[in-house]
């Protein structure tokens, strides 16, 4: 890897963020081969990368987990963190976002990932993080650039601002004119750029598209505007200037051109990044880091290696630190660090120190976890950045074969937890199942692997039960009689029940209207655990609900009555009292909210309704142009798989939240068939 060289800035931190399979990974490639870090550009197809190293992402051939990489460029440090694209492991990519420098958007002329694009600016521009757009796969383009321009701009609620034109040689795109630098140059595989003179047309289109450059830029600045209106040339250096200060103002989005698999347009990049993104102080100030001699850092990504433990990611924003050191976290953990390890993709190159600026792994911060602040004063510092992890859509109930084994998957579950927070383990009271929680069905199956291979923990998984639940229709009086002798002290219980349905939602009753000592006192919270006891599987196989259950009458034995006798008789009385009160099942219902690109609302309609789901109405998604909203009523059986169907129809950009909203009764032949298979699974 590329050595850690000091600038005035301080070394930088550039996040590598993007839609799916737009090039990310094989940007980081080019940029660490066009900086010397590595040899040559390693491949995601032959899983030869520096950026997908682990088994799973090699095995699926894309990005699951965030890789960072350091590498110098003209006496500057960078590190470069490659962030998943696709919206199931979008975690990573939050969760890194607050501590880096700027971002490098890496997209394509591809209109279907559109909206992917606009929710990753959207992160960015809420952070208020200064963002790059490289239009990566300009080797491949098959339209005119102001076409691209004009298709991606509604993604971006700033300008985006064309920094760079193609030059077009029989319809393939050979170089690239710098319409700041005001400089053409031709492209060579795998080496830099060469300068060539501007010739013919391409002379017309270079000013026609610099003046339109200026154009959105003297939108901020008045001298400039002047400048542009008597037309008078501004110096270059102004230039530059403007678009440093309105990049970190977040004033614009400037777009470069580039094909990363060539390696083309990677230096103009780093120049670019050079020149205009702002360091480590800036970034400090946007954070709101207080001034202070202590170090201050944030952790963004953990990491649990199978021989060095556990790691924590850490950007330094502030002072200096050393190994050893004891860190105070925001929330409330302290810690001693074991190491400092230089971030280079395999974080095995010990350090004794770092500055602010760096972006470091601090060994077996133990109580310390993603999304921390953390300082090596003596109280613990204030949270910089709020991280909630996106609430999960996709659930499988896991178990490990060998029950000897159970302690190992929670212990694994655990760790698994700490490195992706957007990943939720569940204990199910009622059916004492795991459940794992996660953003999609490719995000479970890695999930899955990674307990496998890295952990050493085989599962199996099948799909989480139901909350089907039962109630009654009919009102019963029903006696329960326990009588048993054989020697000794016998057992006698005999109660009278009266059981009536409840409203929906009123849940369980329980009352007493004994009158004489029927049923002496001391026995009533008894028989109420019996009738508990005979709700917890009614006559249909399911916990009953909406029930009220009043004791109006019994007798007792003055010697072989008891606690247990009367249990026993209460929970024999709702035995066989329940399925004289015509039982009836019931089945959840959510409320279902979709968000969808507005072109995909029809296909997301005709998904809720194949799956029973009555649509309460859409409107467009507040602050998301293009966007709508769907809200509907489900039931919990057929929200299942819908994650995976609403991304097939959204490209992979929609998603969906859920929350409980009332039990309904199912009856017919769909009531049967519920019935049946779950007798069989019993």
Same mark, same amino acid.
């Given at each position: 890897?590329?050595?850690?060289?000091?600038?005035?800035?301080?070394?930088?931190?550039?996040?590598?963020?993007?839609?799916?399979?737009?090039?990310?990974?094989?940007?980081? %490639?080019?940029?660490?081969?066009?900086?010397?870090?590595?040899?040559?550009?390693?491949?995601?197809?032959?899983?030869?990368?520096?950026?997908?190293?682990?088994?799973?992402?090699?095995?699926?051939?894309?990005?699951?987990?965030?890789?960072?990489?350091?590498?110098?460029?003209?006496?500057?440090?960078?590190?470069?963190?490659?962030?998943?694209?696709?919206?199931?492991?979008? +975690?990573?990519?939050?969760?890194?976002?607050?501590?880096?420098?700027?971002?490098?958007?890496?997209?394509?002329?591809?209109?279907? /990932?559109?909206?992917?694009?606009?929710?990753?600016?959207?992160?960015?521009?809420?952070?208020?993080?200064?963002?790059?757009?490289?239009?990566?796969?300009?080797?491949?383009?098959? /339209?005119? !650039?102001?076409?691209?321009?004009?298709?991606?701009?509604?993604?971006?609620?700033?300008?985006?601002?064309?920094?760079?034109?193609?030059?077009?040689?029989?319809?393939?795109?050979?170089?690239?004119?710098?319409?700041?630098?005001?400089?053409?140059?031709?492209?060579?595989?795998?080496?830099?750029?060469?300068?060539?003179?501007?010739?013919?047309?391409?002379?017309?289109?270079?000013?026609?598209?610099?003046?339109?450059?200026?154009?959105?830029?003297?939108?901020?600045?008045?001298?400039?505007?002047?400048?542009?209106?008597?037309?008078?040339?501004?110096?270059?250096?102004?230039?530059?200037?403007?678009?440093?200060?309105?990049?970190?103002?977040?004033?614009?989005?400037?777009?470069?051109?580039?094909?990363?698999?060539? *390696?083309?347009?990677?230096?103009?990049?780093?120049?670019?990044?050079?020149? %205009?993104?702002?360091? !480590?102080?800036?970034?400090?100030?946007?954070?709101?880091?207080?001034?202070?001699?202590?170090?201050?850092?944030?952790?963004?990504?953990?990491?649990?290696?199978?021989?060095?433990?556990?790691?924590?990611?850490?950007?330094?924003?502030?002072?200096?630190?050393?190994?050893?050191?004891?860190?105070?976290?925001?929330?409330?953990?302290?810690?001693?660090?074991?190491? !400092?390890?230089?971030?280079?993709?395999?974080?095995?190159?010990?350090?004794?120190?770092?500055?602010? =600026?760096?972006?470091?792994?601090?060994?077996?911060?133990?109580?310390?976890?993603? &999304?921390?602040?953390?300082?090596?004063?003596?109280?613990?510092?204030?949270?910089?950045?709020?991280?909630?992890?996106?609430?999960?859509?996709?659930?499988?109930?896991?178990?490990?074969?060998?029950?000897?084994?159970?302690? /190992?998957? &929670?212990?694994?579950?655990?760790?698994?937890? %700490?490195?992706?927070?957007?990943?939720?383990?569940?204990?199910?009271? /009622?059916?004492?199942?795991?459940?794992?929680?996660?953003?999609?069905?490719? +995000?479970?199956?890695?999930?899955?692997?990674?307990?496998?291979?890295?952990?050493?923990?085989?599962?199996?998984?099948?799909?989480?039960?139901?909350?089907?639940? *039962?109630?009654?229709?009919?009102?019963?009086?029903?006696?329960?009689?326990?009588?048993?002798?054989?020697?000794?002290?016998?057992?006698?219980?005999?109660?009278?029940?009266?059981?009536?349905?409840?409203?929906?939602?009123?849940?369980?009753?329980?009352?007493?209207?004994?009158? =004489?000592?029927?049923?002496?006192?001391?026995?009533?919270?008894?028989?109420?655990?019996?009738?508990?006891?005979?709700?917890?599987?009614?006559?249909?196989?399911?916990?009953?609900?909406?029930?009220?259950?009043?004791?109006?009458? &019994?007798?007792?034995?003055?010697?072989?009555?008891?606690?247990?006798?009367?249990?026993?008789?209460?929970?024999?009385?709702?035995?066989?009292?329940?399925?004289?009160?015509?039982?009836?099942?019931?089945?959840?219902?959510?409320?279902?909210?979709?968000?969808?690109?507005?072109?995909?609302?029809?296909?997301?309609?005709?998904?809720?309704?194949?799956?029973?789901?009555?649509?309460?109405?859409?409107?467009?998604?507040?602050?998301?142009?293009?966007?709508?909203?769907?809200?509907?009523?489900?039931?919990?059986?057929?929200?299942? %798989?819908? !994650?995976?169907?609403?991304?097939?129809?959204?490209? &992979?950009?929609?998603?969906?939240?859920?929350?409980?909203? +009332?039990?309904?009764?199912?009856?017919?032949?769909?009531?049967?068939?519920?019935?049946?298979?779950?007798?069989?699974?019993?």
């Amino acid at each position: 890897m590329g050595q850690d060289v000091r600038s005035p800035r301080g070394p930088q931190c550039i996040a590598l963020v993007g839609p799916f399979q737009s090039g990310k990974t094989t940007l980081l %490639e080019a940029i660490l081969a066009r900086t010397g870090a590595i040899p040559r550009a390693g491949s995601v197809d032959a899983g030869t990368s520096v950026g997908d190293a682990t088994p799973e992402a090699r095995d699926h051939k894309m990005t699951v987990g965030l890789t960072a990489a350091t590498t110098s460029f003209m006496g500057d440090s960078y590190t470069f963190l490659d962030c998943p694209g696709s919206v199931e492991f979008a +975690h990573d990519m939050r969760a890194a976002l607050p501590a880096v420098d700027a971002a490098v958007v890496v997209c394509e002329a591809d209109e279907k /990932k559109l909206p992917q694009l606009q929710i990753i600016l959207r992160e960015l521009e809420e952070l208020k993080i200064p963002r790059f757009l490289f239009l990566n796969k300009i080797d491949r383009a098959n /339209k005119r !650039i102001r076409e691209t321009l004009a298709t991606l701009q509604p993604a971006s609620r700033v300008p985006l601002v064309l920094r760079q034109i193609p030059i077009w040689k029989d319809e393939l795109i050979e170089g690239f004119v710098d319409l700041a630098l005001e400089r053409a140059f031709v492209y060579r595989e795998h080496k830099a750029s060469e300068v060539i003179a501007l010739q013919g047309g391409d002379v017309d289109r270079e000013k026609e598209a610099r003046f339109s450059m200026l154009e959105k830029l003297a939108d901020h600045d008045d001298a400039l505007m002047e400048q542009l209106l008597e037309d008078i040339q501004p110096p270059r250096d102004a230039v530059f200037d403007d678009l440093a200060r309105e990049l970190r103002e977040g004033l614009i989005c400037p777009v470069l051109l580039g094909a990363a698999a060539r *390696e083309n347009g990677v230096l103009r990049l780093m120049k670019a990044l050079r020149h %205009e993104a702002p360091g !480590i102080a800036e970034t400090a100030k946007r954070l709101g880091v207080p001034k202070s001699k202590d170090a201050l850092g944030f952790v963004f990504k953990t990491l649990h290696s199978q021989h060095g433990g556990k790691l924590s990611l850490t950007r330094l924003l502030a002072g200096h630190l050393d190994d050893g050191a004891t860190l105070q976290s925001s929330s409330g953990g302290t810690s001693r660090i074991s190491g !400092i390890l230089a971030v280079n993709g395999a974080y095995d190159s010990k350090r004794a120190s770092a500055e602010a =600026g760096d972006t470091v792994a601090l060994g077996k911060l133990d109580p310390i976890k993603t &999304g921390d602040t953390v300082s090596s004063g003596k109280t613990p510092p204030a949270a910089l950045a709020a991280l909630e992890p996106t609430p999960p859509v996709l659930a499988i109930s896991i178990a490990a074969p060998d029950r000897k084994d159970d302690v /190992k998957l &929670g212990q694994a579950l655990a760790r698994l937890h %700490e490195e992706d927070p957007s990943l939720v383990v569940v204990q199910n009271a /009622k059916t004492h199942d795991t459940v794992l929680w996660g953003q999609g069905e490719m +995000h479970l199956r890695v999930a899955s692997e990674r307990l496998r291979d890295r952990f050493g923990v085989k599962v199996t998984s099948h799909p989480p039960a139901i909350g089907y639940q *039962e109630t009654i229709r009919k009102p019963i009086v029903q006696r329960g009689r326990h009588k048993k002798q054989s020697g000794g002290h016998g057992q006698f219980g005999d109660v009278v029940l009266d059981i009536r349905p409840l409203p929906r939602g009123d849940g369980f009753k329980f009352a007493e209207k004994v009158v =004489g000592g029927a049923v002496p006192r001391n026995y009533i919270p008894a028989v109420e655990e019996g009738v508990i006891d005979g709700l917890t599987r009614g006559p249909l196989g399911f916990p009953v609900t909406d029930v009220e259950v009043t004791l109006t009458d &019994g007798s007792y034995h003055s010697v072989d009555s008891s606690d247990l006798a009367f249990r026993t008789a209460a929970r024999i009385g709702l035995n066989e009292g329940l399925p004289q009160c015509q039982p009836v099942l019931l089945e959840p219902i959510h409320v279902v909210e979709i968000v969808c690109p507005t072109d995909a609302t029809a296909k997301v309609n005709a998904i809720l309704s194949a799956r029973r789901g009555q649509i309460l109405g859409f409107d467009t998604r507040d602050g998301w142009s293009g966007w709508d909203c769907v809200r509907a009523l489900m039931p919990e059986a057929e929200i299942g %798989e819908l !994650i995976v169907e609403v991304r097939s129809a959204t490209a &992979g950009s929609g998603s969906f939240t859920r929350q409980f909203d +009332h039990m309904a009764e199912v009856t017919g032949r769909a009531a049967d068939q519920i019935i049946a298979a779950h007798r069989v699974a019993a």
